[in-house]
């Protein structure tokens, strides 16, 4: 009888959490259908395809992120660490290193900083937020130093490369959900995405019953640092040029992607693919959105701003749920 | 030379900031025996077991396997050796599945992606071999704390192990989950294993173990066969001279004044039109199986949960108000029956545990709290309640889990609230600790109180009620009076889960 009584219990809760899940997304499908309808210039391949272009630094980066935040850490170095990689990156193509192995480069040297950051958090204890706040302004310190403050324009070979489409669909925006598509199988379904999980639930009760913490937090740090180099290469393709702004802002992009697609800052919960790809779509959609609107261009702001508010707030109450029982 | 066969821990000692909680502790076990660890509160019985599960590291002893030293630098070291421990406090991971807990340290692959068919089949199996019903698929979170534990135990029956350590594993566990847990133990213990068993359930000692080793003060007091005791000789050892709490007082009936009365309290699913009332002086036992809705009636009555319907009316000044439940929290003391959860506020300090509901009566004419009348609240109350800390300054998450409880208790006794609901207060308590919070339970109803006391053992209720709510699928099925029998109670509910299963 006891299974019977509170299985029936629980489905109202299912229920109620179904909705919070699902509120999201028929948010974003109404603003689609009211973007669609109150532009002419919305709902055309081309614009779409110029959305899917647009956010893929930012999905790539905020995959990267997700791994470290579904352990119950937070990483805002990303921005920078994508600035002070690509640098470094552009320091070797300027020695006449060939591209490809350019893009290697900077993608290992984004994970050698993610290293960075997961030495100082695993092996000296120093709390995630502050340590990558600290190594924030440090590595956007040594990129300025590297490239200097003047903007770079990318020679005219390399340029192209951000143009690359298969049919109306841009390269990166493909490579981004290759990106997005990996890290959550790695999530869900590989031993070491559960133990992120279980990591994220409780770092204390993970050690205690055995898991490798330090490992999983470090691995997850080195992640987050090789897609923010990824991320940083195609975030500079589409502008064309290297310039002192490479980064700035996007670690707060890619956090607020990850708060909006549901996946939780108190980490231990949340979807990947959904999430980030929710998550990504929501903010560019608005964007673009009120671009052809012609709205006042800093409508988005406080726009962007409800919209982490109300998901913080849906967060918030998920994780009461699931930590009280 | 030959080494005897079994686990030695020879000459533990831990300290920690100073204060000893083992002293040259000595525990052995043979292959196929099962050990009872007993011990008061704060004896040092889950600190020795953290030692050998690797989760914390000894200061000085010695830990043999058949003869080889143990290597007991972590839990994963201690677990490769094959030690598993079933943790005092459950160590639950409510975002993933039942399956993922289970086997989360060694989870099936093949090619690099977990093999989710074998996960499931694999925890199935140990699933039913412990009787229980819910999915492998469940989110562990969406399950209660019974069915916690029993994820626990299946952690560590998931893996092959030498030496299988039970810290209380029976607190929130139903009879028949009790006996299932008995029928795995026997299982161990033919297989060769060695099973080591903490408990406050004396009588549980004498249903499953073979010896019992009795801490007291972090050192050990005796160590012998089973059969050499009785439950008064155990309670004997463990508390030491004279310290076995006196008789409960008898409580003096009931006035007829009512200070606490519900009216067709309803919540969709969970509760439905319980009424009831609680007068001045009276001890109210409410008794139902797991998931009768008796711990979620408390937890509507203070908020917790919100209700759809209902009223709540309180004795204040003279008259029955009506209250809404955040108001009536504010009156009565409520104490959880999810202690780690809700209970306790881990990294403040005893003090600061034990001041929290009476901290708008210690405030200076500042409005500041007077820092030394909280000290004296606090230092009063660890007499009172013989609370086992270092000092008042102490974290409360490192004291030992019934000192824990005695705090989630004893901190209501400063404020005086009128009415107390207390759900499985004695939950984890050693047998002095456990009479002790009864006699309080008394002292507040012949000091005027109401009680509402949620226990689920019958013989607790039955030492201290002046009558007995019956709870069934969220309704009040019906009523006894104090002279109930043990049998009484537990057949007005289990009747009714005979119905279920036959239906
Ligand atoms: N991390 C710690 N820091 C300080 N003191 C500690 C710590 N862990 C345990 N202690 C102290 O060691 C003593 C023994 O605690 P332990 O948890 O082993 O008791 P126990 O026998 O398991 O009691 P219970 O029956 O209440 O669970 C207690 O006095 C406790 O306060
Ligand atoms: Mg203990």
Redesign the interface.
């Known amino acids: 009888m006891t299974s019977a009584s509170s299985s029936e219990i629980w489905s109202v809760k299912r229920l109620r959490s179904l909705i919070g899940q699902i509120g999201f997304p028929i948010m974003l499908l109404l603003l689609f259908i009211f973007f669609s309808a109150a532009t002419p210039g919305f709902l055309s391949i081309a614009n779409l395809a110029a959305l899917a272009h647009a956010l893929a630094p930012v999905a790539i980066i905020a995959s990267g992120l997700a791994m470290v935040v579904m352990a119950g850490n937070l990483d805002i170095s990303v921005g920078s660490i994508a600035f002070l990689s690509v640098s470094i990156g552009w320091s070797l193509l300027g020695l006449g290193l060939p591209v490809p192995l350019v893009a290697l480069v900077i993608v290992v040297s984004g994970g050698v900083l993610g290293a960075v950051n997961a030495f100082i958090v695993v092996v000296l204890r120093i709390n995630s937020l502050i340590t990558t706040l600290g190594t924030m302004i440090a590595f956007r310190g040594l990129a300025l130093e590297l490239s200097g403050t003047n903007s770079h324009t990318l020679p005219d070979g390399v340029r192209e490369l951000g143009n690359q489409a298969i049919g109306p669909i841009f390269v990166d925006s493909i490579i981004a959900l290759l990106v997005v598509v990996a890290i959550h199988v790695l999530h869900q379904r590989t031993a070491y995405g559960r133990q992120l999980a279980a990591v994220g639930n409780s770092a204390l009760i993970a050690s205690k019953i055995g898991l490798p913490v330090g490992r999983v937090i470090f691995v997850a740090f080195v992640i987050s640092g090789c897609l923010a180099g990824l991320g940083g290469i195609f975030a500079t393709l589409q502008v064309g040029a290297l310039t002192a702004f490479l980064g700035r802002g996007l670690e707060f992009n890619a956090v607020a992607v990850i708060v909006v697609g549901g996946i939780s800052l108190f980490g231990g919960a949340g979807n990947v693919l959904s999430g980030i790809l929710l998550g990504a779509v929501t903010f560019e959609m608005i964007r673009n959105g009120l671009n052809h609107l012609d709205a006042n261009p800093y409508a988005y702001r406080p726009i962007s701003g409800l919209l982490i508010f109300m998901a913080m707030y849906a967060d918030s109450f998920r994780s009461r749920g699931h930590r009280r029982k | 030379m030959m080494a005897a066969p079994g686990l030695v821990l020879s000459n533990i000692s831990k300290r920690f900031a100073g204060v000893s909680a083992l002293k040259g502790v000595e525990l052995t076990a043979a292959p196929g025996e099962a050990m009872a660890l007993l011990g008061a509160n704060g004896a040092g019985k889950s600190t020795l077991m953290n030692i050998l599960g690797?989760?914390i590291q000894r200061d000085e002893g010695v830990a043999l396997l058949d003869g080889h030293p143990l290597d007991l630098a972590?839990?994963?070291a201690?677990?490769a050796q094959g030690i598993a421990f079933v943790?005092q406090e459950l160590?639950?991971?409510?975002?993933?599945t039942v399956a993922?807990n289970i086997m989360?340290?060694h989870?099936p692959?093949v090619g690099?992606?977990?093999d989710?068919k074998a996960l499931k089949r694999r925890t199935q199996d140990l699933l039913t071999r412990l009787g229980c019903?819910?999915d492998a698929d469940t989110?562990v979170?969406?399950?209660?704390?019974?069915d916690q534990q029993m994820i626990e135990v299946a952690?560590a029956l998931s893996r092959e192990s030498r030496v299988v350590i039970f810290d209380e594993p029976t607190s929130s566990l139903?009879e028949p989950e009790k006996q299932r847990l008995f029928g795995v133990i026997q299982g161990l213990k033919s297989e060769g294993v060695i099973v080591i068993y903490i408990t406050h359930f004396l009588d549980e000692v004498f249903a499953t173990c073979d010896r019992v080793t009795v801490m007291r003060d972090g050192m050990l007091v005796s160590t012998g066969p089973v059969s050499a005791h009785t439950v008064a000789s155990l309670a004997h050892e463990m508390l030491g001279e004279g310290s076995l709490a006196g008789d409960i007082p008898t409580a003096v009936p009931p006035a007829d004044e009512v200070i606490l009365s519900v009216a067709k309290l309803t919540r969709?699913?969970?509760l439905s039109d319980v009424s009831f009332e609680v007068r001045s002086g009276e001890i109210v036992g409410l008794w139902g199986?797991?998931?009768?809705?008796r711990t979620e009636l408390l937890r509507a009555l203070v908020g917790l949960d919100p209700i759809d319907s209902g009223s709540i009316r309180l004795k204040s000044s003279g008259h029955l108000v009506t209250v809404t439940p955040s108001q009536l929290s504010r009156s009565t003391a409520f104490v959880t029956e999810?202690r780690r959860?809700?209970g306790i506020f881990p990294g403040q300090s005893v003090e600061q545990n034990l001041s929290l509901p009476t901290l708008r009566q210690l405030l200076n004419r500042f409005g500041l709290v007077d820092r030394s009348r909280e000290r004296s609240l606090a230092d009063d109350l660890i007499g009172r309640l013989g609370i086992k800390t270092s000092g008042r300054g102490q974290d409360i998450a490192t004291l030992s889990g019934g000192n824990q409880q005695k705090i989630v208790f004893g901190r209501w006794l400063g404020s005086q609230p009128t009415v107390f609901l207390l759900d499985e207060p004695t939950r984890g308590l050693d047998v002095g600790a456990k009479t002790e919070i009864l006699r309080l339970a008394v002292e507040i109803a012949n000091g005027g109180g109401g009680v509402l006391l949620v226990a689920s053992e019958p013989e607790e209720l039955m030492r201290v009620c002046h009558r007995y709510l019956l709870m069934?699928?969220?309704r009040i099925v019906g009523e006894l009076g104090r002279g109930a029998t043990r049998d009484d109670l537990v057949a007005r509910v289990s009747n009714?889960?005979v119905d279920?299963v036959l239906q």
Do not use: K, Y
């Open positions: 690797g989760v972590s839990p994963r201690a677990r943790h160590t639950m991971l409510p975002t993933l993922e989360i340290d989870l692959t690099g992606l977990i989710f019903r819910f989110r979170g969406d399950l209660g704390p019974g952690r139903t969709a699913r969970v199986l797991l998931g009768s809705g999810d959860g809700e069934d699928r969220g009714r889960a279920e």
